[in-house]
């Protein structure tokens, strides 16, 4: 992987694999992705973020952001069953 202003992407040209730090799904959600972070949703498939904002109640949040990639895109979705 390799980090760049606008996201992390795969080294090699034949993979197109890439986290775009301006996707609108973490943005919204005022996620920052550190490479730490983004090294943990790689190996385990998910990393704990703390302090998402909610538009809806403005309040701040923890969940588990997990990463899903079908070989096309990367998408996202959040568990709340943080403990």
Known sequence: MTESKKGF?????AC????WRDNPYLTGKRAVLTPEA????LA??????RGLHSKR????YDAWL???DDGERVRFELD???E
């Open 16 to 19: 197109r694999f890439a986290i």
């Open 57 to 60: 109640t403005g309040n701040d």
């Open 38 to 41: 983004v090294s943990r949703l």
């Open 66 to 68: 997990v990463l899903h």
């Open 44 to 49: 385990d498939g998910r990393v704990l973020m």
């Open 80 to 82: 709340f069953n943080v």
């Open 9 to 13: 992407f795969c080294e090699g040209s």
